[in-house]
């Protein structure tokens, strides 16, 4: 049996979301409609239940990051659904770059055998 971090056997998992806020095809005026509709819903949004938001970010060009943890990926469906109606969103799960080292040299060490015959 390969030898797993302890992220791996853990409930939660990390999750970046990436958020683009949708204005091609919008005349001015929807575009505004739709930063006051956006604005608003947002406004009222708490994060749900087993959701953790550890950043949630801009990047400053009509878009942005969050990054999230939950041990259930239909919580991080849930929040992210609330706001496809004015975003393109897309989630990515993510490790920690140490147990991402340490679960690729194991991946490594495994390739490295099983090519020897």
Request: aromatic share 12%; charged share 20%; proline share 3%.
């Amino acid at each position: 049996m390969v030898d797993l971090p302890d992220c791996l056997w853990e409930d939660l998992m990390k999750y970046v979301i990436e958020y683009d806020i949708r204005t091609a095809g919008l005349t001015y005026e929807q575009t505004f409609a739709n930063q006051d509709a956006l604005l608003n819903a947002f406004g009222k949004w708490t994060p749900e239940e087993g959701l953790t938001v550890h950043a949630f970010v801009s990047n400053l060009n009509n878009g942005g990051y969050v990054l999230v943890e939950a041990d259930d990926p239909g919580v991080v469906y849930s929040f992210v659904s609330k706001f496809t109606y004015w975003n393109d969103i897309n989630v990515v799960p993510v490790v920690d770059v140490a147990d991402g080292v340490s679960t690729g040299a194991a991946s490594l060490a495994w390739a490295r055998s099983a090519v020897k015959g």
